[in-house]
Each structure stands twice: as C-alpha cells, then as structure tokens.
T-cell receptor, first 114, second 111 residues
C-alpha cells in the first residue's frame, strides 16, 4: 500500500526552463510534507517543506504547492540548472504520535540538460 | 561538526552472517531513524528511536534489531543476513519532529 506516490520515474528539462515534479498521497492524516534531493552515493538532503495549513511555500528557486482536496503536491524549480540533476523524493508525516516518521515516494530522476 | 556519519560505507556478507551498522550524530538530536532504499521503492523506515534507551518498529522491521544505548549512536543489527536484505541503508536524525538529516549511506550486499 503505497501511501505516497511519485508517478513519474524521470523528468528531462532544458536548462533555464521550469521543472515540475509531482507527488500524490492517500493518507488524510498526513499534515506535513517535505521534498528531499539525492545525488548518487550520497544521503538525501532536505530541500523544502510545507505544512497542511499552507498551500504554497517558496525558497529561492524552489516552490512547493499543496492541494489538500486533491491530495497532491508539486515542486517547481525555476529556472532549472544542470546542478539540479538528482533524484527528488517527496515525503509525508502524519503528526501526532508519528514521532516524525516519514513516508517516502519512489523518487523522480530529474535531468537538466545544458 | 560532522552531522550524521555511518560505518561502514560498503559491506558484502554471505547468507547467514551477522553484522552491525553504526550511525553517529553530533547534533544532539533526540530522534534517530534507520531506512532502507531499494530500486523503485523509495526509502522505507526500518526502526526508529525517540530518545536514548528507546526503540520502535517502523514499516519493515523484520530481520533487523536496533539499540540506542547512547543518545548520539543508533545501531542496526542483522542477526542472520538474507539476500533480500541487499540494499542501501540510510540513518537519519532530527530534533524531535523537525527536519531529518541523513547520513551518506551503507551499501550492503548479501550473497
């Protein structure tokens, strides 16, 4: 039972254009969402997060949008740079007694071409 | 400030052998986690700890044991390794429910 899904295994984008990565979830108890970025042979690094009380959060070139009614979130990267090429994971937390436990999606491989 | 470190980086085991993976963090975080990453599966939580001396099961705990004798260390043990435990293992820590910081990973192959 995959509670967090990233349906696009890969995405290819030209440098300077927008990258949009999508994530869907099924558990209505999730109230905090995060995006992590992972380079080969390294651990995931935190990118940006959003609480369920918001529908948008920005940090520089990165913006996360949350649509609670559709149980969908997306990560926008504008403009995309070759150094953004990595695997992107979305993750969700249910709050309460979940003790910060994260449920991850399968990941999307982003390739930004110069 | 090293953040989260993991030992070893690589290991090859034969079926039935045992081993312990060590995770250490120097950020004084209360919570620590062990995940495994498999192709097409994302990261899945094995066990976690909400403080020194505490441990709890995650999503895929079978075949693993953990201990948190010191706040800064979280050990993951495989008592009798199986090929299905071939994976990349990541440790993470967080200040309570805050952002999790990950180690560089341990690549384990069980033959």
């Amino acid at each position: 039972d995959q509670q967090v899904k990233q349906n696009s295994p890969s995405l290819s984008v030209q440098e300077g254009r927008i990258s949009i990565l999508n994530c869907d979830y099924t558990n209505s108890m999730f109230d905090y969402f995060l995006w992590y970025k992972k380079y080969p042979a390294e651990g995931p690094t935190f990118l940006i997060s959003i609480s369920s009380i918001k529908d948008k959060n920005e940090d520089g070139r990165f913006t996360v949008f949350l649509n609670k009614s559709a149980k969908h979130l997306s990560l926008h990267i504008v403009p995309s740079q070759p150094g953004d090429s990595a695997v992107y994971f979305c993750a969700a937390n249910a709050g309460g007694t979940s003790y910060g436990k994260l449920t991850f999606g399968q990941g999307t491989i982003l390739t930004v071409h110069p | 400030n090293a953040g989260v470190t993991q030992t070893p980086k690589f290991r090859v085991l034969k079926t039935g052998q045992s081993m312990t993976l060590l995770c250490a963090q120097d950020m004084n975080h209360e919570y620590m986690y062990w995940y495994r990453q498999d192709p097409g599966m994302g990261l899945r939580l094995i066990h976690y700890s909400v403080g020194e001396g505490t441990t709890a099961k995650g999503e895929v705990p079978d075949g693993y044991n953990v201990s948190r004798l010191k706040k800064q260390n979280f050990l993951l043990g495989l008592e009798s390794a199986a090929p299905s435990q071939t994976s990349v293992y990541f440790c993470a820590s967080s200040y309570f429910r805050d952002t999790q910081y990950f180690g560089p990973g341990t690549r384990l192959t069980v033959l």
